[in-house]
């Protein structure tokens, strides 16, 4: 991406999660945002088809940015799996205005994106052989075993920062407490981890 585009998309990634701070992503519209981010509408229509997709799009990048820094950080994969965990709600409480509002007990419009987050960081560690699903199923192959595993970790997992999101001072060591008393003993995981303050360091968007 070159420079100029990179400064748009930026500016308006910023944007979005600034304004979905403050209201519903469905009520959001792309004037809204585009003049939020001091951008044309066309400029808009560059990075995304809607404030949702940008909203997403937004959070999205900054957990892979995350994902990928953590990853390389840590070689053994139950410290890997546990810190990137840690990691990813430290991201939350950055923005818990919006993921309080946008996972809702019916789904929400961000349970899906997060739930693909969390089962792509299963997939990556699977194709590079770091882990392994050593369960075998009657009747089932392993990759439909393994898929399962995932999907069951991933929305569980979401299912869990939904219920966390709702205390009144939701903090990192308390969700991993028991988030990690619950992951079954076949997964890997470790009771430590990396742990730094939510607001530890500038936000990579400006905001």
Do not use: C
Not at 60 to 75: K, N, Q, S, V
Not at 88 to 95: S, W
Not at 130 to 141: A, F, L
């Amino acid at each position: 991406m070159d420079p100029r585009k990179r400064r748009s998309r930026d500016r308006l990634f910023a944007a979005a999660l600034e304004v979905a701070a403050e209201h519903p992503i469905s009520a959001l519209t792309v004037t809204q945002v585009a003049n939020a981010a001091g951008v044309h509408r066309s400029t808009f229509y560059e990075h995304a088809d809607s404030p949702q997709a940008l909203v997403e799009a937004a959070l999205t990048t900054e957990l892979d940015r995350l994902r990928d820094e953590l990853m390389r950080d840590h070689g053994d994969p139950a410290t890997a799996l546990t810190t990137v965990t840690a990691g990813v709600l430290e991201h939350i409480l950055r923005h818990r205005e919006i993921y309080r509002r946008e996972l809702g007990d019916d789904g929400g419009a961000l349970h899906g994106m997060l739930s693909r987050h969390f089962r792509g960081t299963t997939e990556a560690l699977l194709r590079d052989g770091r882990i392994d699903i050593p369960i075998t199923v009657e009747g089932s192959s392993a990759p439909e075993v393994s898929d399962a595993a995932s999907r069951f970790l991933a929305d569980g997992t979401v299912g869990l920062i939904r219920g966390w999101l709702g205390r009144p001072e939701p903090r990192v060591e308390d969700f991993l407490r028991i988030y990690l008393a619950l992951l079954p003993a076949w997964w890997p995981h470790s009771t430590t981890s990396r742990i730094r303050h939510p607001e530890s360091g500038p936000h990579p968007y400006g905001v």
